[in-house]
């Protein structure tokens, strides 16, 4: 399965951010406080940071937040989310092999992948659940196909 699929199977089940114009992003500037609220409301676990809302500059995650806050600094809320992000994003095409993405993101510990196009604007992002789900259907898939051959029909 390729990551084009994936981002069909999440347009398909009406889940947030797949086309370039509802993505959700977040301003470099913007605080936690905003990103915590957007977080919550969206029911996300991470948000893509960008100023031009079409390449990524960062990501922030629920566990960027809980890391800021247990540092117990007491104006922790209005940080600038710039700070806090995570700058290093690691990025991937329409055409990469799901399972693929699926081992880097266990490798590297994280969850969301941006999904970006040759002058890597943003397309989409997909989640580590979406990589999983798309490989639980890819297997589905081929289980009847053994069963079939196996029954005979």
């Known amino acids: ?19 370039a ?5 977040i301003r470099p500037e913007a605080t936690l406080a905003e990103a915590a609220q957007l977080l919550a409301k969206q029911r996300i676990g991470a948000v893509v940071v960008s100023a031009d809302g079409k390449t990524p500059d960062g ?5 960027d937040v809980v890391r800021q806050m247990a540092k117990g600094e007491a104006d922790m809320l209005s940080t600038p989310v710039s700070t806090v992000m995570t700058r290093e994003v690691q990025t991937c095409k329409t055409g990469d092999d799901a399972l ?10 994280f969850r ?16 580590i ?3 999983v789900s798309g490989r639980l259907k890819e297997l589905a898939a081929e289980k009847d196909a053994l069963t079939g051959m196996i029954m005979g029909s």
């Not at 399965?1 to 086309?19: A, F, T, W």
């Not at 990501?59 to 566990?63: A, F, G, K, V």
């Open 21 to 25: 114009d509802n993505i959700i992003t």
């Open 1 to 19: 399965m390729l990551v084009r699929q994936l981002l069909s199977m999440k347009r398909d089940s009406g889940k947030p951010g797949i086309e």
């Open 100 to 109: 693929a993405i699926l081992e880097r993101m266990t490798a590297g510990r």
């Open 112 to 127: 969301h992948l941006p999904v970006v196009d040759d002058q890597g604007h943003m397309l989409g992002v997909v989640s």
């Open 59 to 63: 990501i922030l995650s629920e566990r």
């Open 129 to 131: 659940g979406d990589a």
